[in-house]
């Protein structure tokens, strides 16, 4: 059983900065693929980022065009911890940010039906 904690969410101001953190636990970190999703009020749950399990390897990642050169996925396996960090933040990247991790693919994927595990979220609400 693999069990994810997100943090770092909080209030910031259009332009302005934030990194999450997801901490695993349960198999071995570098063994399975991480991403990250988000939902806002009255919307269905997007995708984000992903990153896949050859972080040693360098990494290989994708993105959601909306945030594609704003937000950066990366992983620390000594940490068991899974990093957002989000910049040049609007107020459309309001949402609860959700990460997400796969014991039965060797590759992230852009579908939330792929991840079996879930964390409960961290609220992320920028500001204009």
């Known amino acids: 059983q693999v069990q994810l904690v997100e943090s770092g969410g909080g209030l910031v101001q259009a332009g302005g900065s934030l990194r999450l953190s997801c901490a695993a636990s349960g198999p071995t970190f570098s063994s399975y693929p991480m991403a990250w999703f988000r939902q806002a009020p009255g919307k269905e749950r997007a995708f984000v980022a992903a990153?896949?399990?050859?972080?040693?390897?360098?990494?290989?990642?994708d993105y959601a065009d909306s945030v594609k050169g704003r937000f950066t996925i990366s992983r620390d396996n000594a940490k068991n911890t899974v990093y957002l960090q989000m910049n040049s933040l609007k107020p459309e990247d309001t949402a609860v940010y959700y990460c997400a991790a796969t014991l039965r693919l060797g590759r992230a994927t852009m579908t939330s039906g792929t991840y079996e595990y879930w964390g409960q979220g961290t609220q992320v609400t920028v500001s204009s």
């Open positions: 990153i896949s399990r050859f972080g040693s390897f360098g990494s290989v990642s």
